[in-house]
């Protein structure tokens, strides 16, 4: 199994001990959740982008109010 060899500073040991002791874990296991963590975070945020994506249409007419002036296609001026 590949594993990393990761340097910190004094400083950042020291909070990196912090986290993992106030999750209960070891560093090892700290540090491994952490990387699968932030990789399953990118993945919801792709997701959660894409179906705004698709939906910004709908929701543009429904509530147009809500248009960002650089999205109205009237060169951002307000109807007073």
């Known amino acids: 199994m590949p594993s990393l060899n990761v340097s910190f500073s004094?400083?950042?040991?020291?909070?990196?001990?912090?986290?993992?002791?106030?999750?209960?874990?070891?560093?090892?296991?700290?540090?491994?959740?952490?990387?699968v963590r932030e990789m399953h975070r990118k993945r919801f945020v792709a997701g959660s982008t894409a179906w705004a994506d698709r939906l910004r249409g709908e929701f543009d007419t429904a509530?147009?109010?809500?248009?960002?002036p650089s999205r109205r296609g009237d060169d951002g001026a307000a109807a007073a």
């Open 63 to 68: 509530f147009p109010e809500e248009v960002p």
């Open 10 to 35: 004094d400083e950042e040991m020291e909070g990196v001990r912090a986290a993992a002791a106030a999750e209960g874990k070891s560093l090892k296991q700290y540090l491994h959740d952490l990387g």
